[in-house]
């Protein structure tokens, strides 16, 4: 079965500083690995995928993640936070069916002026 | 135009009630979804369609049935409401492919009281 786990529920930095958010995954076969933010009282928006192109993806607001098929991470970074950046952010891994994805536990960013 | 819309957006009822959330995409897709998001944000898939059919159905008590007219509807009817069933429900659509992303509407916050 695949699944993905979230190191760290809660991540606070200043503005400014780099941003990194921890995701590391399980699966037997190469995945396709997805990272979504929430704003509050919204729905899940795709930040960026993997779908193995390219180990390092740049997704929309400054984000990219790294694929390390090594570590089996995808962690997500931004060098530079924003006051904008506070939400909540979850990795996701899709099972090759294509009909099935798997959330982790999500990491609430906090961004301190 | 939005792509993924459900309403209502807020849904306060007592407990015993039975009450229906919409959902509609006009992108074109071919799945559909139902996650619950509970108070600590964790998401889990409830059910997915493809193409009018069920091909996900999670351990849902069956007070919960999904109905798909066409592709681009799925409403969700709960029966006989309990407080445990207050949570965030997100709608979302995909193409159904394992490297196609999902599509989430903003959410419907179900309060039972």
């Not at chain 1, 991470?73 to 994805?101: I, R, W």
């Not at chain 2, 309990?82 to 490297?99: I, P, R």
């Amino acid at each position: 079965a695949q699944s993905v786990t979230q190191l760290g529920s809660h991540v606070s930095v200043s503005e400014g500083a780099l941003v990194l958010l921890r995701c590391n995954y399980s699966s037997s076969v190469p995945p396709y690995l997805f990272w979504y933010v929430q704003y509050p009282n919204q729905g899940l928006q795709l930040l960026l995928k993997y779908t193995s192109a390219a180990t390092l993806v740049k997704g929309i607001n400054g984000f990219e993640a790294e694929f390390k098929k090594s570590e089996t991470s995808f962690h997500l970074t931004k060098p530079s936070a924003h006051m904008s950046d506070a939400a909540e952010y979850f990795c996701a891994v899709s099972a090759l069916t294509g009909n099935q994805f798997y959330f982790g536990t999500g990491t609430s960013l906090t961004v301190i002026p | 135009d939005t792509a993924v819309s459900q309403t209502p957006k807020y849904l306060v009822t007592q407990m015993g009630n039975d009450k229906s959330i919409k959902c509609e995409q006009n992108l074109g897709h071919d799945t559909m979804y139902w996650y619950k998001q509970d108070s600590k944000k964790f998401l889990k898939i409830m059910f997915s369609y493809n193409n009018k059919e069920l091909i996900i159905n999670e351990t849902v008590p069956n007070r919960f049935s999904p109905k798909s007219p066409d592709k681009a509807h799925l409403n969700l009817h709960i029966n006989s409401l309990e407080l445990g069933d207050s949570a965030v429900y997100f709608c979302a659509s995909s193409q159904g492919n394992y490297n196609s992303p999902l599509h989430f509407g903003n959410g419907t916050r179900l309060t039972v009281t």
